[in-house]
């Protein structure tokens, strides 16, 4: 097994409890607009950018929907919620871990900057890593590699012992074309055949990925 030199992180599934949070809410809003099927449209929302978002919503729903409306509805749960979004079980563990092993760390998240740093910095996580690209700063939204790429040309690791961690179906995609070596933690969605072959590994949790990335630390060179 080669060694690992670097892990780059998504951030909303993964490290924040926030998806379960999000799909209570879109549910919420398709209840209020009577919106059928938001759990399924949610879903396959989940690791993509803003622009892509529009795109699936736009298929869902026809011309005659308004993102816009919808979006004012979900700031007023949001407004309502919590301010702070909880943390994953195991998210300061497996950074402090990580990062005392000397590895380079970098969150690699399909949502705005402004929206990554401020949750970051208030579950007081974001001085943990070297790196943040935000889905503001690429072109394409995973499954594309583009976002994992940008990664990990800044941790200058070589893509073969950069290890992702993400949740989703397109984050593992997106990492396995990339060239990396996806490690899924499963959260709102179970993995599927397709997960299971470009996976790695799939792992119930933080701290089991934790203990898991740390033994590859002592690879030999």
Not at 25 to 37: I, N
Not at 46 to 61: F, K, L, N, Q, S
Not at 69 to 91: C, H
Request: charge should be negative; charged fraction near 25%; glycine fraction near 8%.
């Amino acid at each position: 097994m080669r060694p690992c030199r670097a892990v780059i992180f998504d951030l909303d599934g993964v490290l924040l409890d926030s998806e379960r949070v999000a799909m209570g809410r879109w549910k919420q809003v398709g209840e209020t607009l009577g919106l059928d099927g938001i759990e399924q449209v949610y879903m396959r929302c989940i690791g993509t950018t803003p622009a892509r978002t529009r795109e699936i919503m736009d298929e869902a729903y026809g011309p005659d929907f308004s993102l816009e409306d919808f979006y004012t509805l979900l700031r007023v749960r949001f407004q309502r919620g919590e301010a702070q979004m909880p943390v994953k079980a195991g998210s300061r563990e497996i950074l402090e871990a990580l990062k005392a092993a000397g590895l380079s760390l970098a969150v690699a998240s399909s949502s705005p900057e402004e929206y990554v740093r401020r949750e970051l910095s208030g579950a007081g996580l974001l001085d943990y890593f070297d790196h943040v690209v935000t889905g503001d700063m690429v072109t394409h939204s995973k499954p594309h590699p583009e976002i994992f790429l940008k990664a990990g040309a800044l941790s200058g690791a070589a893509p073969s012992e950069i290890w992702v961690i993400e949740d989703s179906y397109n984050g593992i995609r997106a990492a396995h074309a990339a060239g990396m070596r996806p490690l899924m933690i499963p959260d709102l969605i179970p993995p599927d055949e397709e997960m299971r072959r470009k996976a790695e590994v799939i792992l119930p949790d933080l701290f089991s990925a934790r203990d898991y990335l740390l033994a590859l630390t002592d690879t030999d060179e």
